[in-house]
């Protein structure tokens, strides 16, 4: 039997090889903190330890060709953020790596509208909605391989939470104005669906789990062609069973309603001074006590700190008569105090 001479070398070469993609992901290991994204003079994201903490790193934001920004999504747990552009195409997601400062459209074929619908628990898939104006779908697309699967989901929908043991998705559809909204649990890549509200002349949007999947808070507003409605926050058990309303909340800004890591308390979007149609409160409500506290005008999905003692906020504020200015803004909680960390700032949160 003939030995091929070469094979030693090869294996020494694969051996290296493997060694140093084990290097790389070593190196590319996330370290949880927080970020903001700085606009001037262009769009980046910096990542500190925590809020008011010196920079740790800066990444540059640089919009795709005819894009926009619109807001950053960081994922629940893990190193990713997708990014959302509007662009002259639509709505385009992208994922970016906060490790290793990289982005990649979520989807192999970047021309497609894609709009962002939720993350998976773990951090690990995101959920889009692509297609809007063509052929709609739902995709499941995982952010390590960019393996994407279709969801058999109805071409209507336009929301979706995912429970925190992963094995239900909960979505919510419309046909048009004027024909309500239903709202559907599946199983966990939407097999075997079935109905868990049926609103003939309202909207049930944003739902958001508990932190341990018992319960779902969401906005319910009547189904018309008000531009900036007043709708409703909500409240039930996750089977669909014990619906309440909570309090009024505003619901054209698609805003959602974030629990806190505890599941006690809810951050939303309530409504402004009849006044000050164009302003939105930020509103906790403790669910122990039913208390409502308005924190301040804000204008960007929260987000609470990892221990639930903090949350970061933006709020727009007047400068001269041509615009406004963005501030990111902290609410401690044990003091009650609000700390102005920058202004021209927004879409801040935490790397977990």
């Given at each position: 039997?003939?030995?091929?001479?070469?094979?030693?070398?090869?294996?020494?070469?694969?051996?290296?090889?493997?060694?140093?993609?084990?290097?790389?992901?070593?190196?590319?290991?996330?370290?949880?903190?927080?970020?903001?994204?700085?606009?001037?003079?262009?769009?980046?994201?910096?990542?500190?330890?925590?809020?008011?903490?010196?920079e740790r790193n800066v990444i540059p934001l640089d919009p795709p060709t005819d894009c926009s920004f619109y807001t950053l999504r960081p994922a629940p747990k893990g190193r990713w953020l997708a990014i959302e552009w509007e662009c002259s195409f639509g709505p385009a997601v992208e994922l970016l790596d906060t490790s290793?400062?990289?982005?990649?459209?979520?989807?192999?074929?970047p021309s497609i509208d894609s709009r962002f619908l939720a993350w998976q628990p773990d951090g690990s898939a995101i959920y889009l909605k692509i297609g809007t104006l063509s052929v709609p779908q739902t995709l499941r697309i995982d952010v390590e391989s960019g393996q994407a699967l279709e969801l058999p989901v109805s071409p209507f929908a336009y929301d979706l939470a995912v429970s925190p043991d992963t094995k239900k998705i909960l979505y919510s559809l419309t046909k048009g104005i004027g024909f309500g909204s239903e709202t559907w649990l599946a199983g966990p890549d939407g097999q075997n669906p079935?109905?868990?509200?049926?609103?003939?002349?309202?909207?049930?949007?944003?739902?958001?789990?508990?932190?341990?999947?018992s319960q779902l808070a969401y906005i319910k507003f009547p189904d018309n062609q008000v531009s900036a409605p007043t709708g409703e926050l909500w409240l039930m058990n996750s089977d669909g069973s014990h619906?309440?309303?909570?309090?009024?909340?505003?619901?054209?800004?698609?805003?959602?309603?974030?629990?806190?890591?505890?599941?006690?308390?809810?951050?939303?979007?309530?409504?402004?001074?009849?006044?000050?149609?164009?302003?939105?409160?930020?509103?906790?409500?403790?669910?122990?006590t039913m208390k409502l506290t308005n924190i301040a005008p804000s204008g960007?999905?929260?987000?609470?700190?990892?221990?639930?003692?903090?949350?970061?906020?933006?709020?727009?504020?007047?400068?001269?008569?041509?615009?406004?200015?963005?501030?990111?803004?902290?609410?401690?909680?044990?003091?009650?105090?609000?700390?102005?960390?920058?202004?021209?700032?927004?879409?801040?949160?935490?790397?977990?």
């Amino acid at each position: 039997m003939r030995i091929n001479r070469f094979l030693p070398i090869f294996l020494i070469l694969n051996i290296l090889l493997q060694a140093c993609s084990s290097n790389s992901t070593v190196q590319t290991e996330y370290q949880p903190g927080y970020f903001q994204v700085v606009f001037d003079p262009q769009p980046r994201l910096v990542i500190s330890d925590a809020p008011g903490s010196t920079e740790r790193n800066v990444i540059p934001l640089d919009p795709p060709t005819d894009c926009s920004f619109y807001t950053l999504r960081p994922a629940p747990k893990g190193r990713w953020l997708a990014i959302e552009w509007e662009c002259s195409f639509g709505p385009a997601v992208e994922l970016l790596d906060t490790s290793s400062g990289k982005t990649r459209f979520a989807l192999a074929n970047p021309s497609i509208d894609s709009r962002f619908l939720a993350w998976q628990p773990d951090g690990s898939a995101i959920y889009l909605k692509i297609g809007t104006l063509s052929v709609p779908q739902t995709l499941r697309i995982d952010v390590e391989s960019g393996q994407a699967l279709e969801l058999p989901v109805s071409p209507f929908a336009y929301d979706l939470a995912v429970s925190p043991d992963t094995k239900k998705i909960l979505y919510s559809l419309t046909k048009g104005i004027g024909f309500g909204s239903e709202t559907w649990l599946a199983g966990p890549d939407g097999q075997n669906p079935s109905q868990l509200l049926l609103e003939p002349a309202s909207i049930i949007a944003l739902a958001q789990y508990s932190p341990d999947g018992s319960q779902l808070a969401y906005i319910k507003f009547p189904d018309n062609q008000v531009s900036a409605p007043t709708g409703e926050l909500w409240l039930m058990n996750s089977d669909g069973s014990h619906q309440r309303r909570l309090a009024s909340a505003d619901a054209g800004r698609g805003l959602a309603p974030t629990w806190d890591p505890n599941g006690d308390q809810i951050a939303f979007p309530a409504p402004g001074p009849e006044n000050e149609p164009d302003l939105v409160n930020l509103t906790i409500i403790d669910l122990r006590t039913m208390k409502l506290t308005n924190i301040a005008p804000s204008g960007t999905q929260p987000a609470w700190s990892p221990d639930g003692k903090m949350i970061s906020f933006s709020s727009a504020a007047p400068i001269n008569a041509l615009g406004d200015t963005i501030y990111l803004d902290l609410f401690d909680f044990a003091s009650g105090k609000i700390t102005r960390l920058a202004n021209g700032t927004c879409c801040a949160g935490w790397i977990r």
